[in-house]
């Protein structure tokens, strides 16, 4: 029985192990592009598959077995591994382009050259309207896949151009940023947007900022996140969302949103609103920044926040802004405690600039600063506030003691102002 095992073991260790037929895809240059197993039923499938790896849209695709000059037939696809090299025809691309080009003052040469040499294109501030954001969508995004990045912010391309951008983002997979601050989208460009990031799986970041959007706005974008498991930050400043729109975003953050970075600058955000936001942060794992500044957060919201950043299971946020709020000294006092709690939280940058923490509340936050060794970077608002020299002191001593696993940075009116 023994020598029959050992002549099976002997048996199997001799058969020749044979790979599944595969598709190796290389660009002209040799890169490695796509690699495909099982090999594709049908040209068109094959392309799709290699839109989604590559990120080259199936119409620029022209595919041609390795040595050979003449593109692939159907007939060419079998059962057997195929060696294919794809040339990207520009022709659809160079079409949209010219019409974007008569839309911009940029020429059509420099655009291309940004999409080639960094597969970025910064139109911010180009007078860019509803036709031309028409344009950038048939161009850029709904046929060409070398666009990363673009920065269409500070043009009025208003709800009817964000109509088209959210068409061709949704059927787009290459590009990862948009700015979209300052283009007067309102709530409607906002619900467009929201539409497609719905369906977007490419996108990691997104500026939507100073475009008025409200709670409803808002809220649509909101209800989107709660499928979109891509975005990675999100900035939503001055835009007047309110505690409604507060609310709306803490169900996605507290349901296992992919967001590491959420901006809420300056939107009218009360207690109400950041109690909301603490609520979903106990139990968030993915943030990693929070921007609250310029709302109107009390000292309730304070003690919310900090509650929540106290709490194991909220673990994540490093970079917490609270300026320009109405923290008071019951406010400091609560960031003061967190900051003091055993083990330090992983806070690494905290504002906390003209929130009318007073002098009180300076002592109390450098009380807690002489123990805490994680914190890096502090803001505050300007060298005569706090007024006291005690308060100033005790800063600037605390930012210098010798325990701290890095040195504490004051920042003054967002500036190094201190030297240590």
């Given at each position: ?107 059509q040469e420099e655009i291309l050259r940004a999409m080639r040499s960094r597969g970025e294109l910064d139109l911010n501030g180009k007078s860019i309207g509803p036709a031309g954001a ?287």
């Amino acid at each position: 029985l023994e020598a029959g095992v050992i002549g099976a073991m002997a048996a199997v260790a001799i058969m020749p192990f044979e790979l599944e037929p595969s598709v190796t895809v290389r660009g002209l240059n040799g890169d490695l592009l796509a690699e495909l197993r099982p090999i594709p039923a049908s040209i068109s499938e094959l392309k799709e598959a290699i839109a989604a790896q590559a990120g080259i849209p199936a119409t620029m695709q022209v595919l041609v077995r390795e040595g050979s000059d003449e593109a692939l037939g159907c007939e060419e696809l079998g059962e057997a591994s195929l060696d294919i090299t794809m040339i990207v025809d520009e022709e659809p691309v160079l079409r949209g382009v010219a019409r974007l080009a008569s839309e911009v003052p940029s020429g059509q040469e420099e655009i291309l050259r940004a999409m080639r040499s960094r597969g970025e294109l910064d139109l911010n501030g180009k007078s860019i309207g509803p036709a031309g954001a028409d344009a950038v969508a048939e161009a850029l995004l709904l046929r060409c896949g070398m666009l990363r990045h673009l920065d269409i912010g500070g043009n009025p391309i208003c709800s009817f151009g964000a109509q088209a951008l959210s068409s061709a983002l949704a059927n787009n997979s290459s590009l990862t940023s948009l700015q979209l601050g300052r283009t007067c989208l309102g709530y409607k460009g906002a619900e467009s947007i929201a539409r497609a990031l719905e369906v977007n799986s490419s996108l990691m970041s997104l500026d939507i900022g100073c475009n008025v959007i409200g709670p409803n706005g808002c809220k649509a974008i909101a209800a989107a996140l709660q499928k979109n498991r891509s975005l990675r930050a999100l900035r939503l400043g001055f835009n007047y969302v309110g505690d409604a729109g507060a609310e709306a975003l803490a169900a996605p953050l507290g349901a296992g949103s992919a967001l590491t970075s959420l901006d809420i600058d300056s939107n009218s955000i009360s207690d109400e609103g950041s109690k909301a936001l603490a609520a979903a942060l106990e139990t968030n794992s993915s943030l990693t920044s929070v921007d609250l500044n310029g709302n109107c957060i009390g000292p309730e919201g304070a003690r919310s926040l900090a509650g929540a950043l106290a709490k194991a299971s909220a673990t994540s946020v490093k970079a917490l802004h609270l300026g320009c709020n109405e923290l008071g000294f019951e406010g400091a006092e609560a960031i003061a405690a967190l900051l003091a709690r055993e083990p330090d939280p992983l806070l690494l940058e905290l504002s906390l600039g003209y929130s009318d923490i007073g002098d009180e509340g300076a002592l109390a936050v450098a009380a807690a600063l002489v123990t805490n060794s994680t914190l890096q970077v502090l803001y505050l608002g300007s060298e005569s506030s706090p007024r006291s020299l005690d308060a100033m002191g005790r800063l600037e001593a605390a930012s210098a003691r010798s325990p701290r696993c890095a040195p504490l940075e004051l920042r003054w009116c967002g500036r190094q102002a201190l030297p240590q």
